[in-house]
T-cell receptor, first 109, second 114 residues
Framework: GQNIDQPTEMTATEGAIVQINCTYQ??????LFWYQQHAGEAPTFLSY??LDGLEEKGRFSSFLSRSKGYSYLLLKELQMKDSASYLC??????????WGAGTKLIIKP | NAGVTQTPKFRILKIGQSMTLQCAQD?????MYWYRQDPGMGLKLIYY???????DKGEVPNGYNVSRSTTEDFPLRLELAAPSQTSVYFC?????????????FGPGTRLLVL
């Protein structure tokens, strides 16, 4: 079956760094997406990885290891506005997204 | 550009009632999707469309129907609403997914079936 696993909740301190892990099992693989979702709002795109390695985009970076079925999202210099859920989604061989349940990130002052 | 719009924002239905959730996009995307999101769960694909006149079932299509008469609009119909359909519904659109580009989401419709 297809499955995406990520931690349910994480807590971090303002100004610190946090890494949110995601493991995936999909039928075929056409890339891995990360989205941010604030409470009561729609998901918004953060990153897309299809090749192994690290993609850096400002304070956010995303890493992919296809051999391990593993990705992580790294958030640096955390701000209170980063308090949100972070959704990992793998794209399968039919180009459909398989979604994780999301990791709720709580930022403390 | 308005992007993806959805109406209504919130609705309460009685068991057995029917309704249509509206979705429109102005980005000229051929691909459109309907998802539901239950608390603590990932998004589940209900139906999708690859262009006007073409629709297909996703992971959880039972109890729903869709149509796609134009590129812009992709309404979702609920027939005989049940409490299990209480959820947040998101419509999304995208360029062809083999480009590795994001899906763009509407603001969502919160549906409560009592």
């Amino acid at each position: 079956g297809q499955n995406i696993d990520q931690p349910t909740e994480m807590t971090a301190t303002e100004g610190a760094i946090v890494q949110i892990n995601c493991t995936y099992q999909t039928s075929g693989f056409n890339g891995l997406f990360w989205y941010q979702q604030h409470a009561g709002e729609a998901p918004t795109f953060l990153s897309y990885n299809v090749l192994d390695g690290l993609e850096e985009k400002g304070r956010f970076s995303s890493f992919l290891s296809r051999s391990k079925g593993y990705s992580y999202l790294l958030l640096k210099e955390l701000q209170m506005k980063d308090s949100a859920s972070y959704l990992c989604a793998g794209m399968d061989s039919n180009y459909q997204l398989i979604w994780g349940a999301g990791t709720k990130l709580i930022i403390k002052p | 550009n308005a992007g993806v719009t959805q109406t209504p924002k919130f609705r309460i239905l009685k068991i057995g009632q029917s309704m249509t959730l509206q979705c429109a996009q102005d980005m000229n995307h051929n691909y459109m999707y309907w998802y539901r999101q239950d608390p603590g769960m990932g998004l589940k694909l209900i139906y999708y469309s690859v262009g006007a006149g073409i629709t297909d079932k996703g992971e959880v299509p039972n109890g729903y129907n869709v149509s796609r008469s134009t590129t812009e609009d992709f309404p979702l119909r609920l027939e005989l609403a049940a409490p299990s359909q209480t959820s947040v519904y998101f419509c999304a659109s995208s360029p062809p997914p083999d480009r590795g580009e994001t899906q763009y989401f509407g603001p969502g419709t919160r549906l409560l079936v009592l």
